[in-house]
């Protein structure tokens, strides 16, 4: 099968991150980059040796395929717009910030029928595979409690440092909870109802998350941006089955540990790989075989938006929120490739 071409939008740490997945992966064809400040197109250009293109609809034109790494606030409108075009679209998370915009997307990407994928890398990491996995196989008996966790400085290299301006980031509670609250859906299913608080303080913002389900499982997330620049990014969770606890420390050494009732620990060998060049590779096969990127869909993207909102509501009142939790949509979202 072909390669299929893809360009780039945006020139941050994203799309640096993604084109330097994209350097091992053989069924892509990086066409060009486009849709940031002519400076950085520059230095893209050269650290990777692809074609800036001056306008968006000149990408569009020569692509199969773009890989959004935009500001969040942007996402509806380049997406729509690829849309337009035929061109089948991956989007950095979180979807979108409003969930009217997110459902806009899915819906206009269905109709186009053109493949939409949000790409939550958590769901293609090493660690979290594993504990995908051992859900999925039952091992150890059910999944009765998750505990997630996330914490790093505070951002300031993104242009104009728009991730510190909660009306165009969501702020760590959208932009950095999701992360965790996605996983949380993608192993357990839909949460009952959530309770949630947070701390803004000049050097400290952060949010925690309890979620409760119908079957009685539980779950928690933490997030947060430190000031502190020595402070490393940390990431981890503490997963409780039946008859295990699987536990993921990114700062230790032996970062996967696995407790048995016996008393007995191991830490077992999981192949290491890059979640971006998984996901992406991921989402080159379903452009090659014609087939949904269920794995991570629009649709996927969308629901993990709506219970990030729903336990910022939570935060900002104090109260349980029940779920399922949509403020803004009326009606179901149809599939419109079925119509």
Not at 87 to 102: F, N, R, T
Not at 224 to 246: C, K, L, M
Not at 299 to 308: K, N, P, Q, V, Y
């Amino acid at each position: 099968m072909k390669k299929v071409r893809i360009g780039i939008l945006g020139a941050g740490t994203m799309a640096k991150r993604h084109l330097t997945a994209m350097k091992n992966i053989d069924k892509l064809e990086v066409v060009g980059v486009t849709s940031a400040r002519p400076e950085s197109l520059e230095r893209i250009n050269k650290q990777f040796g692809i074609r800036a293109y001056s306008a968006q609809d000149l990408l569009l034109e020569n692509v199969d395929a773009v890989d959004v790494c935009l500001p969040t606030f942007m996402h509806e409108s380049i997406t729509r717009m690829a849309a337009v075009f035929g061109v089948h679209v991956i989007c950095e998370k979180p979807i979108a910030l409003d969930p009217v915009d997110a459902k806009q997307m899915v819906d206009t990407c269905g109709k186009a029928c053109i493949k939409f994928m949000v790409a939550h890398c958590l769901r293609f990491r090493s660690e979290y595979v594993f504990l995908k996995e051992t859900v999925a196989n039952k091992r150890y008996g059910g999944l009765v409690d998750l505990t997630a966790w996330r914490y790093g400085t505070l951002p300031g290299s993104a242009s104009g440092n728009w991730l510190m301006d909660k009306k165009l980031s969501g702020g760590p509670g959208v932009d950095l909870h999701i992360h965790d609250v996605d996983m949380i859906r993608y192993l357990m299913g839909e949460p009952a109802e959530v309770y949630s608080g947070r701390i803004e303080k000049e050097k400290v913002i952060s949010v925690n998350s309890a979620f409760r389900f119908d079957s009685g499982a539980m779950a928690r997330a933490a997030a947060g941006w430190f000031i502190s620049p020595e402070y490393p990014f940390t990431q981890g969770y503490r997963a409780v089955f039946e008859n295990a606890i699987i536990e993921f420390h990114s700062q230790n050494r032996q970062p996967l540990t696995i407790t048995t009732p016996d008393g007995r620990s191991r830490n077992p060998s999981i192949e290491k790989s890059d979640p971006y060049a998984n996901q992406l590779e991921y989402f080159a096969d379903c452009i090659r075989r014609d087939i949904e990127p269920e794995r991570s869909s629009g649709r996927e993207g969308m629901e993990s938006l709506l219970l990030a909102l729903a336990a910022g509501e939570s935060a900002a009142t104090g109260e349980i929120v029940r779920l399922p939790y949509n403020p803004f949509i009326e009606e179901p979202i149809a599939d419109s490739r079925s119509e």
